[in-house]
């Protein structure tokens, strides 16, 4: 969008990364509703749910598939992430740096009132590349749990038998751990955030305001402007 040649809204997210994100979000939902009804099957809501969805092996059924989906999707979305910033010279924006260090003291030091300036951010901040590891590892874990739990005889022709509780502790404690994650922090973050509030529509359109890039991404925008981000850091601040 354009207004007297400035930029108002600049473009974040392609329409295949806003597809990628609604499709797991999606099989996410899927995946606890389907697993919690299990775990707490003495709540009436677990209970109506299982009955709406046809009775307890068709709620295991639909979890196994969803299970499935889930790992074709996180397969691909490691493959192509790897592909695209091995072969074709994708900046690894999800890597943890130095920086994202260095910027978390800054903030923390801004928020105690020390320093007058944020941290200047790049594309991704340090808290959302920590919750992106976090729920890769986590939804990691459960693919590898999931498996174990379902196919419990191949498996234990070559580990110990004990693997099989070990695997269903996991498995149904970081289902609560993720969920809660996602409900508190992410929902928190997109909805909820004074920044935000009333809704982050970033990840349905695919824009973002300047305003909001300058504050939250500076140095990306930097790049997209072909400024240098010391010129554009800490700019937003001063405008207040
Ligand atoms: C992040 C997504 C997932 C969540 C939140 C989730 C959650 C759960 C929960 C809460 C249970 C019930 C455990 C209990 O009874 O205490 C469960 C069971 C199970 N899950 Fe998952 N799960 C997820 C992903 C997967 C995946 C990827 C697979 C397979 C590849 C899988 C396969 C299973 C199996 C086989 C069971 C045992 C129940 C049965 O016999 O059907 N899950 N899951």
Known sequence: MKDNGIKKDIKRFDVLRIIEHWIIAATFMVLVATG?????????????????????????????????????????HIVVASYGILFKRW?????????????SIDNMKYYLGLTDRPACCDRYNYKQKFEYWGILTGVL????????????????????????????????NEALLIFLVIAIWHIYNSIFSPDVFPLD??????????????????????????????????QHDSER
């Open 201 to 234: 529509t970033g990840i349905l359109t695919g824009y973002v305001s300047r305003e909001r890039m300058l504050r939250e991404h500076p140095v990306e925008l930097a790049r997209m402007e072909g400024l240098r981000s010391e010129d554009i850091c800490g």
């Open 91 to 103: 900046r690894p924006v999800m890597i943890i740096n130095k920086k994202d260090f260095t910027d």
């Open 141 to 172: 874990l459960m693919i590898m749990t999931g498996f174990i739990l379902w196919f419990p005889m191949p498996v234990t022709g070559f580990l110990s038998g004990e693997i099989i509780p070990a695997a269903k502790a996991l498995h149904t």
């Open 36 to 76: 919690l009804s299990q775990k707490f099957y003495i709540f009436e809501a677990s209970q109506w749910l299982v009955i709406k969805l046809g009775g307890i092996d068709a709620v295991r059924l639909i979890h196994r598939i969803s299970g499935l989906f889930l790992t074709f999707l996180t397969l691909q």
